[in-house]
């Protein structure tokens, strides 16, 4: 198993930023790929942004230009940094973790909230 623990969400006004971070922990050694996934109300659960082990990255349309999602394998957390956020990215961020072999793993998610 691997535990995912989300921080950085948050309330911020539009045009502001915000830098979300997930630290895994557990049988980490076979991720393959992390990824944050965001929910709005009343919407599907969507793909925002994925980093591969080997750095390859991965942006939904509406976000590519102003987040940026990457990671740190020495202290096993992935970020995604968000600048110029919109209400329209207001939602629940949950990060997620695929490992060879094993099932998906999900973080309990972080409220984004962008007023403007």
């Known amino acids: 198993q691997v535990q995912l623990v989300e921080s950085g969400g948050g309330l911020v006004q539009a045009g502001g930023s915000l830098r979300l971070a997930c630290q895994a922990s557990?049988?980490?050694?076979?991720?393959?790929?992390m990824a944050w996934y965001r929910q709005a109300p009343g919407k599907q659960r969507e793909l925002v942004a994925s980093i591969t082990i080997g750095g390859s990255t991965n942006y939904a349309d509406s976000v590519k230009g102003r987040f940026t999602i990457s990671r740190d394998n020495d202290k096993n957390t992935a970020y995604l940094q968000m600048n110029s956020l919109k209400s329209e990215d207001t939602a629940v961020y949950y990060c997620?973790?695929?490992?060879?072999?094993?099932?998906?793993?999900w973080g309990q998610g972080t409220q984004v909230t962008v007023s403007s």
């Open positions: 557990g049988r980490i050694l076979n991720i393959v790929r």
């Open positions: 997620n973790a695929d490992r060879l072999f094993a099932t998906s793993s």
